[in-house]
């Protein structure tokens, strides 16, 4: 595969699509009509709901599996990383847009409706900006001298306002992306044609840590890891501990010879990745990489049904609400329970097909608030109505107090595919005793262990 070739598409310069200049607020976002083209950096926003794509026609975003784009401000967006508040990006503008070409970089804290400028508009364009996610830290390679910066690397820690030139002498070969920590500027990212270089020292040095005969890709990280992509004759992801220098492959769909170019983490749920790739295709995992499902299919995105492209796609539905058994730390043990553990009932809920009538083990009893919660998975598959149970300690940031019908949540665990950081709307409150159940399906015989969760009025005593 020459990736090199690939990646022109990426990257070649021109003018957009003109921007509408409809300014009512209502009228912004609408529901995608066509392709995923030209994509130049992806990123989950801070509240875990939305994956955001910067492209050559502007703005366009998956929320809670539902695409949409912006109707304004369609302008060609070069280097674009999002953060905490926004997103930051370079590039240059649509036909209607009275910003400069290039427009340097700039930044936008209310969904791209609005753009401030950060500097060097209409004097560069950097294809390879990166900006801690909560810091703001800039890093970027210039790659033509202007009236500031000469060519180069180059770290700003206060937004902009200053810049101070790194060494990167030792980074061979063609760039495709670089990175910076979300708030620690010490660790810096590049990506290569001959590898991934890693700085721990703010950019003094940078070491190669990947093999030097792999192409470096995608450069990304989180508080503690630096995750990144190669291709040698196949494609690899891989996380990096710098304290420990220990390197651990993660799984990745059937890609043939394609390899992920942009790679983000949900903020809110750790285990759910997004990769985009070299040839236009967009995949969610939900259990740190073990799986993946198919979100963009070579530019075309698909229509809300995710299609499983790992190596387990053929298990049953049965086995994706077995659990490890693990519960939350916060999460008190019943006192008295009504069934016990390790002793039976029948179950008299058909929370799932082949339930109602089988014979329960109890393996957990506690004491909580449980919800019904309505939502859309992060894999892009169908909304879920009224699902039975999440518990009050599965979501994210809700403090002690029991949530109300119509409140929303971030759902902090995995029961099913595409659960874990999909935002939630509790449709019923209950404060009860869970149960935690081993049983055999009705309709297939298969075991189901540690299904979470049923109530105690979902439970009929076998005397």
Known sequence: MNIKKM????????????????????????????????????????????????????????????????????????????????????????PESDL?????IQRSFDGGKTLESIGFTGESDFHFLAVGYYSHDIFLYNPDTNSELKQGYYLSENNGETW????????????????????????????????????NDKGETFELISNNQENGLGVFFNEDTLYYSTYNGKPSLVSY?????????????????DAPLF????????????????????????????????????????DGHAHDHSNNSNESAHQHHSSSGEVPEQLEAAEEPTFEQGSTAIIRTDHMPGMDGALATI?????????AVSYNPTDGSERVENHKWVIHEELSGVGDEPLSAGDTAVINTDHMPGMKGATATIDLVEETTVYMVDFSATDTGEKVSNHKWVTEDELEPTE
């Open 7 to 94: 990646l022109l598409g990426c990257f070649i310069l021109g003018i957009v699509t003109a921007c509408s200049s409809n300014s009512d607020p209502s009228s912004f976002e609408q529901e995608l009509d066509g392709p995923l083209t030209h994509v130049h950096g992806m990123g989950f926003n801070e509240e875990g709901n939305r994956l955001l794509f910067g492209t050559h026609e502007g703005l366009k975003f998956s929320d809670n599996g539902t695409w949409f784009e912006t109707t304004e401000n369609l302008n060609d967006y070069m280097g674009f990383t999002v953060v905490d508040k926004g997103f930051y990006t370079s590039g240059h503008p649509g």
């Open 363 to 371: 393996t957990g009893a506690y004491s909580t608030v449980v919800y």
């Open 164 to 199: 101070s030139q790194l060494n990167g002498a030792n980074i061979k070969g063609d760039l495709f992306n670089v990175a910076i920590h979300p708030n620690d500027p010490q660790f810096l990212a590049v990506a290569s044609s001959t590898g991934i270089y890693f700085s």
């Open 241 to 257: 501990d710098w304290d420990t220098g220990k390197e651990t492959m993660l799984g990745l769909p059937d890609l043939g010879e």
């Open 263 to 302: 790679i983000s983490q949900n903020p809110q749920a750790e285990e759910v990745f997004a990769i985009y790739t070299l040839n236009g295709s967009g995949f969610i995992s939900t259990d740190g990489g073990d799986s993946w499902q198919m979100i963009i299919n070579e530019e075309t995105v698909e």
């Open 100 to 104: 400069p070409n290039p427009f340097g």
